[in-house]
């Protein structure tokens, strides 16, 4: 290490006694081009290998920087040209306009866009469950499914939409006959407010009270009904099962909806190839692979096309977040209590750099990069 320190010392003090005193690159300037002309190297390269595989799933999560900034993390889970899956880490992306769901879609979509993405290729979000990402009216996944109805989010996150207590309710929300996603609304609120409902009914079925007759004899005809074992017992259950559906209700609504649409080659041989599949593994004489991975590279021949596109999909999609946890722990090294006041460009440069320590293998490639730039040079009055 201090030979390696000592040959570096050794470079740079030769380089400084003979380069031109308008070339030196050693300025906080020179610095961050550098370090910009690198990051671009990475998060060109890693795009180039999403739009080989055309679909790709967004993950991402929100938390502040050293200087209070909301900033949001951006990684995309997709497979590479040899099937493996990958989730890389793209950017942080600054959420100066807020973080709000129609906020972060709008600076969303332009990273997406800037990295030549076609977010109709997204097949797949993951988010934290805070409302104003997950939240199906006005979230970020909301705003995407409006554009992209295939982007579908994990239904487990789709079960704690929006549900914030509130403190008092005037009265219990009406089921709508002909909508469903009201239906479930209504199952909800009915369930969190279970025993207040049923100390109300209570207070009114009882004979001193101080309502109408009418009112005492219709409060204990529903007090009968909703305190049996049978009542509770269903309404948890029906409950719990229209959460994790929620989702699919709400997109099978759609206009626009169609569940077949593009994504398969060839959709009306899907059950040739489905019978195919089944005698293909039945005498497959090799290790029967376990996971997707395995399976797409044992069928790498042509055929199985339709069966293909359903596994990369499939693969696609994302698990947890945990890819952005850890480029906030980069963020936090990087950007600490020290260097508040770094630029965007920066820190993104150096989290890719840190990152994607194997990416940035041609320093040549980052050498002509900073040499087509053009030079800004500041004249003073």
């Not at 480029?327 to 950007?335: I, P, T």
């Not at 508040?340 to 940035?360: C, F, K, P, W």
């Amino acid at each position: 290490m201090t030979t390696f320190v000592v040959d570096i010392a050794a470079i740079k003090c030769s380089h400084l006694n003979n380069c031109s005193k308008n070339a030196s690159y050693i300025s906080k300037t020179s610095q961050n081009e550098i370090i910009k002309c690198c990051g671009e190297e990475i998060s060109e390269s890693i795009p180039s290998e999403v739009r080989k595989n055309v679909f790709f799933s967004i993950i991402a999560d929100e938390a502040c920087d050293s200087s209070t900034e909301e900033q949001m993390s951006l990684v995309l889970r997709f497979f590479d040209s040899d099937f493996n899956i990958k989730e890389d880490f793209i950017q942080f992306i600054h959420c100066s306009e807020g973080v709000k769901g129609k906020d972060l879609f709008n600076v969303l979509s332009n990273c997406v866009s800037n990295l030549n993405l076609d977010i109709k290729n997204c097949r797949g979000q993951e988010y934290d469950g805070a409302s104003f990402v997950s939240g199906y009216i006005n979230g970020l996944s909301a705003q995407v499914l409006n554009i992209n109805s295939k982007a579908l989010q994990k239904f487990l996150e789709a079960s704690i939409l929006e549900q914030e207590p509130q403190t008092h309710k005037k009265k219990v929300k009406d089921i709508c006959r002909t909508r469903w996603i009201e239906r479930i609304d209504g199952l909800n609120t009915f369930l969190e407010y279970y025993l207040s409902i049923f100390q109300a009914l209570c207070h009114m079925a009882f004979p001193e009270s101080s309502v109408n007759k009418d009112t005492q004899n219709k409060s204990s005809t529903f007090l009968n009904s909703i305190g049996t074992f049978q009542f509770v017992f269903t309404l948890v259950v029906t409950t719990r099962v229209f959460d994790f559906t929620l989702r699919v209700t709400w997109l099978l609504q759609s206009k626009t909806i169609d569940i077949l649409d593009d994504d398969f080659p060839n959709i009306s041989a899907l059950n040739g190839e489905l019978v195919l599949w089944e005698k293909y593994w039945e005498s497959f004489s090799g290790t029967i692979p376990d996971n997707i991975s395995l399976t797409l590279k044992s069928i790498s021949f042509p055929g199985f096309e339709n069966i293909k596109i359903a596994l990369r999909i499939l693969g696609t999609l994302p698990v947890t977040s945990c890819e952005c946890e850890r480029s906030f722990s980069v963020m936090r090294h990087l950007k600490d209590y020290m260097r508040t006041t770094m630029s965007d460009d920066r820190l993104n440069g150096l989290a890719l750099m840190y990152i994607h320590q194997e990416i940035v293998s041609c320093i040549d490639n980052v050498i002509n990069r900073f040499t087509i730039k053009n030079r800004r040079l500041d004249f003073n009055d």
